[in-house]
């Protein structure tokens, strides 16, 4: 049995995660070891919890608005101390968080071989996003399996000098996540709740109401790229007073202070606290429009054939544009009232994003990338017995 660690420290992470996590749990030969490092903590208990995960280790590293280089040396000790106690013969990290940059340098220190899911991501701008373009280049040379989600990834990788024989395109494990709940959202009980939490969050009219979807987090659009959010928010619900704008904000108290400050008493922008990933597939299912600067729900809306506004100047993501069903707009006021606007005004404009495509996965990541590590457990067998003599 091969112990593999797991690591996760925010929402997305658990999202993303959770799909390899359940194939491991029902894998007789891969015994997981999920550990949380704890870098989000209520936002990533609604995953843990959703999901019904069993968190092995708890290293609750969050602390309220945590710096970079602070939240880096709590994890760096913590990391390590875990691995001395656990010894995997492999670790998994997720994405481009500092979660996934420390947790690779603590086991590469310790010589563990590390698997990469959604590797090779790549604006080519250091500061956009921020700091995660630079988590993920950084992470890159320490792994040894890495696992992009799609071909645009496993061509960064080749550019940076990664061999081919160390990259498996699997697809994007949130496919998996989302249709599994999806395909949940199906049963009448749980219909019910959901169209009960609709109506808290939207309101009573939810079925008859228009609404856009907005959420927004990264660093770089910290202060002036936030005010212009917040005034493009504000300009859109006075142009359209007949939607609503249901914005489910950021715990982060850098997200949190400008949002309540210039949002909080628009009559039609409901600003509500994160919610569960069930309750935001579902809003996302039913909203007209989403507008973020999230790299995940870039990835599901376009699936649920929802057009997206990115509020920001660069992505990683370049499938969703290319497909057509994602804008990049900046987080500029006029550029996203304008597209806004337009989206919500003309048919033919929304008709030609609202096209329902998915560039990112089929739903079978997690089993992929389980494959792939079973393969790399058999190539090291294979490789000691052509070295005995
Ligand atoms: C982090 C990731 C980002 C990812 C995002 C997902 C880094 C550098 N950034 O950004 O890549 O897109 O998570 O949401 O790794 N907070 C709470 N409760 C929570 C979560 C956050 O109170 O459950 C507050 C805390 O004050 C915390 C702050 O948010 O200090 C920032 O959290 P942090 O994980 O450092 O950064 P994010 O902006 O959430
Ligand atoms: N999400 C959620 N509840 C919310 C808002 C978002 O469960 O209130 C989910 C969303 O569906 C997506 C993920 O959180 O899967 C994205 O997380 P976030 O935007 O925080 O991080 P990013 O993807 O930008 O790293």
């Known amino acids: 049995m091969k112990k593999i660690a797991v690591f996760v420290g925010t929402r997305p ?10 194939a491991l749990r029902q894998a007789p030969d891969l015994e997981p070891i999920v550990v949380s490092t704890g870098q989000h903590r209520e936002m990533l ?40 106690r656990i010894e995997p013969d492999m670790a998994l990290v997720q ?15 310790r010589r563990i071989p590390i698997g990469h899911v959604e590797a090779g991501l790549r604006t080519g701008n250091i500061w956009s ?10 992470a890159s040379p320490l792994v040894t399996l890495h696992f992009p989600p799609t071909e645009f990834g496993r061509a960064n990788l080749l550019k940076e000098g990664v061999a081919d024989k160390q990259i498996r395109v699997t697809g994007n ?6 249709q599994m709940e999806v395909q949940r959202q199906q049963d009448p009980q749980i219909k019910a709740k959901i169209d009960q939490a609709l109506a808290e969050e939207v309101g009573r009219d939810w079925d008859q109401v228009p609404y856009v979807l907005v959420t927004g987090h990264r660093r770089e659009n910290f202060g ?23 914005y489910p904000v950021h715990l982060n108290p850098q997200v949190q202070a400008p949002v309540q400050a210039r949002l909080g008493d628009r009559r039609n922008i409901k600003l509500i606290t994160p919610r569960d990933y069930r309750t935001f597939v579902a809003l996302m299912s039913r909203c007209r429009l989403v507008l973020t600067d999230s790299g995940g729900v870039q990835e599901e809306a376009p699936g649920l054939g929802k057009p997206v506004l990115v509020m920001r100047d660069t992505t990683e993501r370049p499938e969703g544009v290319e497909a057509g069903t994602v ?43 389980l494959d792939r590590i079973r393969e790399h457990f058999a190539e090291l067998v294979a490789g000691a017995s052509n070295a005995s003599p």
Request: charged share 25%; aromatic share 6%; proline share 4%.
């Open 173 to 178: 494990t949130v496919i998996d996540a989302l």
């Open 129 to 138: 996003p921020f700091p995660e373009e630079v988590n993920r280049r950084l």
């Open 95 to 109: 994405g481009d968080t500092t979660t996934v940059l420390v947790a690779s340098l603590a086991c590469f220190y």
């Open 13 to 22: 992470e658990g999202i993303k995660m959770a799909p390899v996590i359940a």
């Open 327 to 369: 804008q990049l707009v900046g987080a500029d006021r006029a550029r996203i009232v304008e597209a806004a606007s337009e989206l919500l005004t003309d048919r033919a404009s929304y008709d030609a994003m609202a096209e329902a495509v998915n560039p990112y996965g089929d739903g079978q990541a997690a089993e992929r990338i």
């Open 45 to 84: 208990q609604q995953v843990v919890d959703l999901f019904q995960i069993t968190v092995d280790h708890d290293l609750a590293v969050m602390q309220p608005n945590q710096t970079l280089a602070s939240l880096t040396a709590r994890l760096m000790t913590r990391i390590d101390e875990l691995l001395d």
């Open 224 to 246: 002036q790229g936030f005010e212009q959010i917040c005034d493009a928010l504000a300009d859109l619900a006075d142009r359209f007073p007949d939607h609503r704008f249901i």
